[in-house]
């Protein structure tokens, strides 16, 4: 059972596009993490949010907690944000993280 | 900007052998945390740390595993007898409290022969 769903799960897209990565949870959480991996395999937090949007340059991020559901927006995508985006909840009464599997970005120049 | 430093980067070892993974986490920080990702597979959360005590840890952190802050820098996750299906990628992460973002090492690649 996945406490965490991303999709896609592979994603393509032209540099330039708008990409959108979605993150559905089934837990009680007190927040939610979007994760970059990148091909070397380190990690980069990028989002830290437990309600309404977050910006961070190109990068938005917004959490629906009634709906228990996430988004992850890229505008303007660069060769460089190809990578794999990952969701991970931290569970409320708990300090346990639960991961989603990821979804792998590639933009094409 | 400080970040999470883990050695070695790569380790070999054989099946049965006792492993020790090192991380020197940010210093002002007080969360730690280790976390394991089997090739191929999602990241899996394995243990949690403040206070000098483990605050949590998942169904993975059996008695095979122990953490320790043997000193004011380091933090250390320690594999009795390592099998096969040990290895994986083990990253740290460090954070100021829980309510603040994670910063993760570059992580250990273990593996078990």
């Known amino acids: 059972k996945n406490e965490v769903e991303q999709s896609p799960q592979n994603l393509t897209a032209q540099e330039g596009e708008f990409i959108t990565i979605n993150c559905s949870y089934s837990v009680g959480i007190s927040a939610l993490h979007w994760l970059q991996q990148h091909p070397g395999g380190g990690i980069v937090s990028l989002f830290m949010?437990?309600?309404g949007k977050k910006k961070h340059g190109r990068l938005i991020a917004t959490i629906n907690i009634q709906e228990k559901h996430s988004s992850l927006h890229i505008t303007a995508s660069h060769p460089r944000d190809s990578a794999v985006y990952i969701c991970?909840?931290?569970?409320?009464?708990?300090?346990?993280?639960?991961f989603g599997t990821g979804t792998s970005l590639t933009v094409i120049p | 900007e400080p970040e999470v430093t883990q050695t070695p980067s790569h380790q070999v070892t054989q099946m049965g052998q006792e492993v020790i993974l090192r991380c020197v986490p940010i210093?002002?920080?007080?969360?730690f945390y280790w976390y394991r990702q089997i090739l191929g597979q999602k990241v899996e959360f394995l243990v949690s740390f403040y206070n000098n005590e483990i605050s949590e840890k998942s169904e993975i952190f059996d008695d095979q595993f122990s953490v320790e802050r043997p000193d004011g820098s380091n933090f250390t996750l320690k594999i009795r007898s390592t099998k096969l299906e040990d290895s994986a990628m083990y990253f740290c992460?460090?954070?100021?409290?829980?309510?603040?973002?994670?910063?993760f090492g570059d992580g250990t690649r273990l593996s078990i022969l």
């Open positions: 949010l437990s309600s």
């Open positions: 991970a909840v931290f569970k409320r009464f708990g300090n346990q993280f639960y």
């Open positions: 210093s002002n920080h007080l969360y």
């Open positions: 992460a460090s954070s100021m409290d829980g309510y603040q973002p994670q910063h």
